[in-house]
């Protein structure tokens, strides 16, 4: 005889200092934000929509199994508030464990299609078919708080740094490359910058590329643009979209993770400078998650005018600044059960399978515990029987089963 796998209630998140457990609200996450060629999505479209849903109890399709009654083991994640969850990363397959601990794994198709920027605890939902049954499962995702970074926390990193000529861009005068660099103090006067005057409407070499001696802790990329570019009306352009980006061995390189600022809607328009930094814009700057690498490269799409013909630019005074102090991220193991409250009735019990006898049947029961969340179901149901399982997790994805056995009293 076919058995029913019923899911009773995907419990909420729950912080390492909570016990109670009731079938509470998720946040789940939207999709948004198409990704181009593994390019960073723009920022401004970055933002996670979330929503609290009301505590109620949530019923699941029935689920039937030909053999014995197997239960999804859901993945748990945690990295800091303002992270971007790498879809990439995301299991392909999700594992089913029954009673005998045999397991099964099944391919899952996740409902985001794309990197996505995460604020606070959240699910993201998936759909596994088992056993010709659309399943719905989960990722939860852990969120922590970093420590606040305050503007003194940035040091400038120019120890032992060089900007590379032969893997930098060619265009305009190489020569000129050491100039970005050189702070030279006037830049009204002295001409110290780098541009591609002669490059308008034409293919550019869009690299620049930094190194240092020492693996060095980089989170932050600064550059004064020149205001006036009279070629091709180029004065005010920006690039359209820059990338920061690192590498182990100056040949192959990484998109660096949470860039903040991508596109020339992010940088916003260029406000003038005087003094002596008169004909440069206020400086631009872009931040990201800090990297240790002797390599950066500051790569760049071209603006174009309406007939699709590159725009020109000149830059000057740029640098980069980074945070020594780590944010550490902190993993609860605890996944123990040691309370339930059944129809009213409270029992202490950590084992991994209590029997309970009461007068009727209460799919609401509360669990008291230190794990990070815990999901219920229903494996068996009889008029005078009902046998749940609990799966309850940790930071790890850890997990333990624990099993709940209820007999109706007689009347």
Known sequence: MKKMLKILSLTSLISVSSF???SCSNSEISNHNKKNN??????????NKLSNLTPKKQLSEVVESTNNDYIPIFPIV????????IKDKLPSELKFVNSQNQSKFYPVSWSVDND???????????????????????TYVITQL??????????????????????STRDGNSSNLPKLIDRSG????????WDNWGKFGEEQDT?????????TNISRFEVNFWLHASQGNSSGKLPKRIFVQYSKDGENWINVENQDKITDEDLGPMVGMSGTLANTAHAKVISFKTVKTNWIRIHWEPAQDNQGRNHILGITNIAFKGIDKQDILNFSQSNDIFEYEYNGVKYKSNSEIININSQDFDDNFKIFTNATTTVKYVVSEKEKQKTYKVISYNDFGEYKIYTIIVDKKEA
């Open 20 to 22: 109670l457990v009731i």
């Open 38 to 47: 593994g390019e960073y999505d723009e920022n401004i479209k970055f933002t």
């Open 78 to 85: 945690k990295q800091f508030s303002g992270d971007i969850l």
């Open 116 to 138: 996505i920027q995460i604020f606070s605890d959240t699910t993201i939902n998936g759909i596994v078919n088992y056993e010709g049954h659309d399943f719905p499962v989960k």
């Open 146 to 167: 970093k420590s606040n970074i305050n503007e003194s926390d940035y040091s400038s990193k120019e120890e032992g740094w060089t900007i590379d000529l032969e893997k």
């Open 186 to 193: 006037d830049y009204r006067f002295s001409g110290s910058r």
């Open 207 to 215: 690299n620049l590329v930094f190194h240092w001696e020492e693996p």
